[in-house]
């Protein structure tokens, strides 16, 4: 597609449920970013793809979360067992070139809002 | 604290006026980036300064860049109420490989 599509738009979960964040990036574009944004606040990284593997997960806040990249396209980020402080907006980015080209304009999705109750 | 960091936190303006946003860093950099957030939704980027240079322009916008003092500055001229928005600036430190690392932002507001 011409832009980084993400989805759901908007998720409501109950606490202790598992949730799938999906992310469609740029065509061709190699690398594939997620952030969390919590209300008022910055980005947060968690997780960089390079290809389909992730030389950066240093972000991700506990083992309750993981993502995976498959195809050197599609993301999916998964949030098992979901608490309260988990909501969140989780924004998902994409670059063309490899890791060490940072010059290149990151293009993100409009991003999908996690709420759990 | 953390690479990145915005000041003021919040700023309002009247339209026509200029807005100034500053962002302060820790690290050596690669290059620094101004993004544009609406609504809490997807960023879009405006402008990317490399550490080799020291003033950027895009229509509007002026990007300098002090790697001397880590620090950055945004200005948008004659703003409009269409600017009102979150203003990040992230940067590409030299270790971090790909990695952009945000601050928390600066609200600006253009009142008509």
């Known amino acids: 597609g011409a832009g980084v599509s993400q989805s759901p738009s908007n998720k409501v979960t109950e606490k202790g449920k598992d949730v799938e964040l999906r992310c469609d990036p740029i065509?061709?574009?190699?690398?594939l970013y997620w952030y969390r944004q919590s209300l008022g606040q910055g980005l947060e990284f968690l997780i960089y793809?390079?290809?389909?593997?992730?030389?950066?997960k240093s972000g991700l806040p506990s083992d309750r979360f993981s993502a995976e990249r498959t195809g050197g396209s599609v993301s999916t980020l998964t949030i098992q067992r979901t608490q309260q402080e988990d909501s969140a907006v989780y924004l998902c980015?994409?670059?063309?070139?490899?890791?060490?080209?940072?010059?290149?304009?990151?293009?993100f999705g409009e991003g999908s809002w996690l709420t759990v109750v | 604290s953390q690479q990145g960091e915005e000041d003021p936190q919040a700023l309002s303006i009247q339209e026509g006026e200029n807005a100034t946003m500053n962002c302060s860093y820790k690290?050596?950099?690669?290059?620094l980036q101004w993004y544009r957030q609406n609504s809490g939704r997807g960023l879009v980027h405006l402008i990317l300064?490399?550490?080799?240079?020291r003033e950027k322009h895009s229509g509007r916008l002026r990007v300098t860049l002090d790697t001397s003092k880590k620090s950055s500055s945004l200005l948008i001229t004659a703003s409009r109420a269409a600017d009102t928005a979150s203003y990040f600036c992230?940067?590409?430190?030299?270790?971090?490989?790909?990695?952009?690392?945000f601050g928390e932002g600066t609200q600006l507001t253009v009142n008509p």
């Open positions: 300064i490399r550490s080799n240079e």
């Open positions: 992230a940067t590409a430190p030299k270790t971090s490989g790909s990695r952009l690392t």
């Open positions: 065509s061709g574009h190699t690398a």
């Open positions: 793809f390079q290809g389909n593997s992730a030389p950066d």
């Open positions: 980015a994409s670059r063309l070139g490899t890791w060490d080209d940072s010059g290149n304009t990151i293009y």
């Open positions: 690290t050596s950099i690669n290059n």
